[in-house]
């Protein structure tokens, strides 16, 4: 269907003024390819308006918690005025990873989880962490030099500013970086990039979207994990998630194996030696 810029401007601006979303500062890139999409797969502007809804719902508002994040960076700086041991530093994680769905799961087997990615791929010296919401606070449990560099993207602007804290506080050499890494896919050179549970999403938004991304990273290893099990734990996605990472490989001469963390399939994609 053909629209005025103004017509599509319009929804943009909606949105960035919303309740819902004007505090995310989610990026004019991101919702401009979001737009460009449903453009093409709607008949009419209500049409269009709604696809525009329902597809940025699906990409940031199951992860919506209620987490206050500028509360969280303060408590961040008087956790570090603490200076707390390992053991307390750890336990403070925790108790913020368990707010956020996909970090919560992982609580269970997080040392062995970080482990089984390193035993594969050595230790890396960079590390990108890819639609990372707060996976970033297993950096405890990598047990990584103090010279790793680790960057990691979202696209939600207060969990980052929150995510900064915490690094400028423990991890000097990290970095939070606001970035929709499908529009503007990193071209940092690393060693590994991590991509946990979100390549099934990014799929439903864009179709054919993972072989894009996977195409444009420059990196030796890309793990991508995802849930071996749906919701209800009773049925294996393992042959579902396995076909959808197979056709984002199809044709090029990377690595595949695969391994299980916990209730998340590993897949390691080995782009170069
Ligand atoms: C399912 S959570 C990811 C969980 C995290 N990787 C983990 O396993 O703990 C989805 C996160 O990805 C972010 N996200 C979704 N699409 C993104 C994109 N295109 N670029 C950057 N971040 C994105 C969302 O803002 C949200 O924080």
Redesign the pocket.
């Known amino acids: 269907m053909n629209v005025e810029a103004s017509f599509l401007d319009s929804l943009i601006q909606a949105v960035q003024c919303s309740r819902k979303y004007r505090d995310l500062q989610i990026p004019r890139a991101?919702l401009e390819d979001i737009l460009a999409y449903e453009i093409q797969h709607s008949a009419t502007r209500k049409e269009l308006e709604a696809n525009f809804r329902k597809s940025l719902h699906n990409?940031?508002a199951p992860?919506l918690e209620s987490i206050d994040y500028p509360d969280e960076a303060a408590a961040v700086l008087e956790l570090r005025a603490q200076k707390p041991s390992t053991e307390t530093l750890k336990a403070w994680c925790v108790s913020r990873m368990r707010l956020h769905a996909?970090?919560r799961e992982r609580l269970l087997f997080l040392e062995s989880f970080y482990q089984t990615i390193f035993a594969k791929t050595g230790t890396p010296k960079t590390i990108l962490d890819l639609?990372?919401?707060?996976?970033p606070l297993g950096l405890p449990w990598m047990d990584l030099p103090a010279s790793t560099r680790f960057l990691a993207?979202?696209?939600?602007q207060p969990?980052l500013d929150f995510l900064q804290a915490f690094f400028d506080s423990f991890y000097p050499q990290a970095r939070a970086i606001h970035?929709?890494?499908?529009v503007e896919s990193p071209t940092e050179a690393a060693d590994c990039a991590f991509f946990?549970?979100?390549a099934h999403r990014?799929e439903k938004r864009r179709p054919g979207s993972n072989r894009e991304l996977f195409a444009a990273l420059n990196v030796r290893w890309l793990v991508v994990s995802l849930p071996s099990r749906d919701l209800s734990g009773h049925h294996s996605l393992e042959a579902y998630h396995t076909q959808l990472i197979e056709r984002a490989i199809a044709g090029q001469s990377w690595q595949l194996t695969t391994d299980l963390a916990g209730d998340e399939i590993l897949f390691f994609i080995q782009k170069h030696d």
């Open positions: 991101t990409v940031i992860y996909s970090s639609a990372c919401a707060l996976d993207y979202d696209l939600h969990r970035q929709d890494i499908l946990f549970k979100e990014l």
